[in-house]
């Protein structure tokens, strides 16, 4: 079954901790992405990739990281320096850009990170 | 800077009704516009528009985009529960920071 998964499903941490957030797809898709969601707030793009060993900031980018070593993975680190990382993040990913099939993004389950 | 805007926010609705959802946008180098349903999780895939004009049609759900108007419409007809989820636009830019640029969704509650 082809698809993007993401673990774990709820995380709760301590404020002060850096945590990372698991997105794994065997879509074969070269490009990656993650998204904050709030309530009542739509996607926001914190970090993509389209290539393995490269990424870009999205627009809300301070206080997270991320790593491509892999076509196959791109794991969310969120840190401390984040001030309110509370939210449900969602990783999406689709075909190399530059092609009209590129457009459609493919999500994963997300996962909704609680810090206390 | 880039701007994707839905309305409304949030719609009560009864079985049967027929919603029309609105999305308009300001986004540089446009190239699509598309739709998507969010129940509990992953948003999925409903249309992506790129010409003005064309209708897509999936079973009771249709949606145009108007490039004169810089927007786009999403409509249901006969709807039911299970069609209760947010609804968001997304408009692909392209060239640069090739990426989507979301809106903040429409809540659509369809009661029995």
């Known amino acids: 079954d082809g698809g993007i998964t993401q673990s774990p499903k709820y995380l709760f941490r301590k404020e002060g901790q850096n945590v990372t957030l698991s997105c794994e797809q065997n879509?074969?898709?070269?490009?990656m992405y993650w998204y904050r969601q709030d309530p009542g707030q739509g996607l926001r793009l914190i970090y993509y990739?389209?290539?393995?060993?490269?990424?870009q900031k999205g627009d809300i980018a301070e206080g997270y990281s991320v790593s491509r070593e892999k076509k196959e993975s791109f794991p969310l680190t969120v840190t401390s320096a984040q001030k309110n990382p509370t939210a449900f993040y969602l990783c999406?990913?689709?075909?190399?850009?530059?092609?009209?099939?590129?457009?459609?993004?493919?999500f994963g389950p997300g996962t909704r990170l609680t810090v206390t | 800077e880039d701007k994707v805007v839905q309305s409304p926010l949030s719609l009560v609705v009864h079985e049967g009704d027929t919603v029309t959802l609105n999305c308009s946008y300001e986004?540089?180098?446009?190239?699509?516009l598309l739709w998507y349903k969010q129940e509990k999780k992953a948003p999925t895939f409903l249309f992506m528009l790129?010409?003005?004009?064309i209708e897509k049609k999936s079973g009771r759900l249709s949606s145009i985009l108007d490039k004169k108007e810089l927007s786009s419409i999403l409509n249901i007809t006969a709807t039911q529960t299970g069609d209760s989820a947010i609804y968001l636009c997304?408009?692909?830019?392209?060239?640069?920071?090739?990426?989507?640029?979301f809106g903040k969704g429409t809540k659509l509650t369809v009661n029995p």
């Open positions: 879509l074969n898709h070269d490009a």
């Open positions: 986004v540089t180098n446009f190239r699509s």
């Open positions: 999406a990913s689709s075909i190399a850009s530059g092609r009209a099939s590129s457009y459609e993004q493919y």
């Open positions: 997304a408009v692909f830019r392209q060239g640069g920071s090739e990426k989507l640029v």
């Open positions: 790129t010409s003005s004009g």
């Open positions: 990739s389209q290539i393995v060993n490269d990424f």
